[in-house]
């Protein structure tokens, strides 16, 4: 069972780049979440999807786009990357909204 | 905006001691979810908690849900090095927007 999958792992970008950070989960899940977590931190939620086709902002979505076409993928897409983005990214899935949430193994961006 | 609040941030306990963990907000839940994170490693379950005044317990830990449903603890009795971690409460709100908030973590250091 893969559960959800994150790539790539890691990244280092450089100031200005663009890149899009996958996520894909086969538990067929209809909610999908990406958070980011600084280090020693809580995670702050980014963009969120409730099904196919429907996203919505987190906490702290400045810089971020995403998009859900189908239930299994959710791709966070990064537009010219700063230094302030440099965090672990975590994309998780639920059945529904309160029951529990599924993580990936995240991926570790730089930007530099 | 729904806040969740979790203290302490940091706790360094020696082997055999007992412990609380709090998450507190302003704002009322319809239920909370308690994760476990080690490092590397995505948020994992313990515990959700739904109704008001609610007391859960797995092995040594203990999860309380306030009766106004506001707040929660964790309470572990006879801490040992193998629940070192971050501890992380999260909820979704009364509306059940699908919107996962999670607080600011507790690190545990348990030391031998």
């Known amino acids: 069972n893969a559960g959800v999958t994150q790539t790539p792992k890691f990244r280092i970008l450089k100031i200005g780049q663009s890149m899009t950070l996958q996520c894909t989960q086969d538990?067929?899940?209809?909610?999908m979440y990406w958070y980011r977590q600084d280090p020693g931190m809580g995670l702050k939620l980014i963009y969120y999807?409730?099904?196919?086709?429907?996203?919505d902002k987190g906490e702290v979505p400045n810089g971020y786009n995403v998009s859900r076409s189908t239930t299994e993928d959710f791709p966070l897409r990064l537009e010219l990357a700063a230094p302030s983005q440099t965090s672990v990214y975590f994309c998780?899935?639920?059945?529904?909204?309160?029951?529990?949430?599924?993580f990936g193994q995240g991926t570790r961006l730089t930007v530099v | 905006t729904q806040l969740l609040e979790q203290s302490p941030q940091f706790l360094s306990i020696q082997e055999g001691e007992n412990l609380t963990v709090y998450c507190n907000s302003s704002?009322?839940?319809?239920?909370l979810q308690w994760y476990r994170q080690e490092p590397g490693e995505g948020p994992v379950l313990l515990v959700t908690?739904?109704?008001?005044?609610e007391v859960k317990k797995l092995k040594r830990l203990t999860f309380q849900f306030g009766d106004a449903r506001k707040d929660s603890s964790l309470h572990i009795t006879a801490a040992q090095p193998g629940d070192t971690g971050l501890y992380l409460c999260?909820?979704?709100?009364?509306?059940?927007?699908?919107?996962?908030?999670f607080g600011q973590g507790t690190t545990l250091q348990v030391k031998p």
């Open positions: 998780a899935s639920s059945y529904v909204g309160e029951t529990e949430a599924f």
């Open positions: 999807s409730v099904g196919a086709g429907i996203t």
């Open positions: 704002s009322v839940f319809s239920s």
């Open positions: 999260a909820g979704s709100g009364s509306s059940n927007t699908g919107k996962l908030i």
């Open positions: 538990m067929n899940h209809n909610y």
């Open positions: 908690v739904v109704t008001g005044g």
